[in-house]
């Protein structure tokens, strides 16, 4: 128990300092973040608008063709969330 107390303390020690040197720091990525998470919301917002037109828009699928380029449309407009976004943030 005696070692626990002494380790916690020393982490204490060591990382409060340079916590409290690093307030600015902190701050302007807090900011930064805020920023890219601004603009996450927006490309996704935008990324669903463009998929409900192409979904409301697309003409039901006659043949197994126009079916199959339909979905590759829409696979492609998804992807994109999956792809991008992480790469974004």
């Given at each position: ?38 603009v996450h919301r ?23 063709t126009s079916l ?22």
């Amino acid at each position: 128990m005696f070692k626990m107390k002494t380790r916690l303390f020393f982490a204490f020690l060591v990382f409060t300092p340079s916590y409290i040197c690093a307030g600015n720091e902190v701050d302007s990525l807090l900011n930064e973040l805020d920023k890219i998470i601004a603009v996450h919301r927006s490309f996704s917002m935008k990324k669903e608008v463009r998929i409900d037109e192409l979904k409301r828009n697309t003409p039901p699928a006659t043949s197994l063709t126009s079916l199959y380029e339909r979905n590759r449309k829409l696979y492609k407009e998804y992807r994109l969330i999956f792809v991008i976004l992480p790469f974004i943030i």
